[in-house]
């Protein structure tokens, strides 16, 4: 099973600055990895896919980068609807699909 | 416009059995493969299972190997997620989520890019 680790935990950053979370996969997933964004109280919703693509209706402030192991998500400018938990999931070797334990970005 | 929504959660004893449902509209449904998702509330994702479009194609996590099973209804436009001999520990936010579409050469390598809202199963005694 690959194994998903998201860094930092919990991030804290001020409206208007960049975010940049990181997230390691235990062996190589090529560029597998897809981003998503939940919100408390709603579902997860597809951020970034393939690595650095931007799934439909995604604003072009997110950007997405890495393959094999190491990935990052990147928020260019913070907006206050960004503040939320943000995981990593790997979809290259299944069963099972693997997601990170998620970052939480807070508002600083 | 793409809706997934989950029924069946509910309260339920260890070692006793639960059957999700998750209807869908606003796509072709019979031409893609569908996921279901759990969530601990307050904790993170795990993926539990998946099919083909055609049923062909399932997958689970070791977790419920065994214990469940996914299957679809194409007429009625319905995946469903049969659980047995529950578990204190499957207790969580179950979420079907949308997978490709039958002729995606990548085939279940892909993420999921439309979740319903969730169905919550407690089982406890």
């Known amino acids: 099973e690959v194994v998903m680790t998201q860094s930092p935990a919990t991030l804290s950053v001020s409206p208007g600055e960049r975010a940049t979370l990181s997230c390691r996969a235990s062996q190589s997933v090529s560029s597998n990895l897809a981003w998503y964004q939940q919100k408390p109280g709603q579902a997860p919703r597809l951020l970034i896919y393939a690595a650095s693509a931007r799934a439909t209706g995604i604003p072009a402030r997110f950007s997405g980068s890495g393959s094999g192991t190491d990935f990052t998500l990147t928020i260019s400018s913070l907006q206050s609807e960004d503040f939320a938990v943000y995981y990593c999931?790997?979809?290259?070797?299944?069963?099972?699909?693997?997601f990170g334990q998620g970052t939480k970005l807070e508002i600083k | 416009e793409v809706q997934l929504v989950e029924s069946g959660g509910n309260l339920v004893q260890p070692g006793r059995s639960l059957r999700l449902s998750c209807v869908a509209s606003g796509f072709t449904f019979e031409d893609y493969a569908m996921h279901w998702v759990r969530q601990v509330p307050g904790k993170g994702l795990e993926w539990v299972s998946g099919i083909s479009w055609n049923s062909d194609i399932i997958g689970f996590a070791d977790s419920v190997e065994g214990r469940f099973t996914i299957s679809r209804d194409n007429a009625k436009n319905s995946l469903y997620l049969q659980m047995n001999s529950l578990r204190v520990e499957d207790t969580a936010l179950y979420y079907c989520a949308k997978g490709p579409v039958y002729y995606d050469v990548n085939g279940f390598q892909n993420s999921f890019d439309n979740w319903g809202q969730g169905t919550l199963v407690s089982v406890s005694s």
């Open positions: 999931q790997q979809y290259d070797d299944w069963p099972p699909y693997t």
